[in-house]
């Protein structure tokens, strides 16, 4: 398991040439929890001109969906649909809403305005990648937890769930290729004084940057 998708569901407005572009995304599992979200999306906005819309499902990006709802063929779902694809993400879903304002775009601006609205949402949300990783229990003495943050910093790693009893116990989560070297450096730092343990396997998600689409 290892993929990238949303941080959470939200979405994002933007006004182009008078018209209103209201991007909803969605975290699915599922095609079938797609189409109702973009159902859903439909009868809460009944007086809008158009919701398209996009998603991708599967750790492998398997199942790829997309729909222009009524704009001229290709202006707006399979835009929608790259800006997905260009992020790395899957199992989400995207609507853009559109509320004409009276001006027309053409098909260049009206890919322009999709794929940005797609694009300004997800940059506003965040991304996060999926990711099983080993989980480690430390056990420390409360002398010894005042130098953890020192070795954290010097192994890019985040405490979790961290309890303050007799001793501080605390989990850290790494990559299964880095093991090996975690558990050295934690010998290492703490000259073998200090306790570290296996405890089984997590699915974490890890915010990481969003890409502009000029990156691209």
Do not use: W
Request: glycine share 8%; aromatic share 8%.
């Amino acid at each position: 398991m290892n993929y990238k998708t949303i941080l959470k569901d939200g979405l994002a407005e933007e006004e182009i040439k008078k018209s209103r572009f209201i991007c909803q995304l969605k975290r699915i599992t599922s095609e079938e929890e797609g189409r109702t979200f973009i159902a859903q999306i439909k009868k809460e906005h009944y007086k809008a001109t158009h919701s398209c819309s996009a998603m991708i499902i599967g750790e492998r990006s398997d199942i790829k969906r997309s729909s222009d709802d009524g704009e001229p063929s290709g202006t707006a779902g399979v835009p929608m649909l790259t800006v997905l694809e260009k992020q790395g993400l899957t199992n989400v879903v995207a609507v853009v809403t559109r509320y004409f304002g009276g001006t027309k775009l053409g098909a260049g601006g009206l890919i322009r305005a999709y794929v940005g609205s797609v694009s300004h949402a997800i940059e506003e949300i965040g991304i996060v990648e999926v990711k099983e990783q080993t989980g480690l229990k430390v056990t420390l003495s409360y002398q010894q937890y005042q130098t953890f943050t020192n070795f954290l910093a010097q192994e890019n790693l985040a405490e979790h769930d961290s309890q303050f009893l007799e001793e501080v116990t605390s989990y850290i989560y790494v990559d299964p290729e880095v093991l090996e070297d975690t558990l050295e450096a934690f010998t290492e730092f703490y000259q073998g004084k200090a306790k570290i343990e296996k405890a089984g396997i997590q699915v974490i998600e890890c915010p990481i940057s969003v890409k502009s689409q000029d990156d691209n």
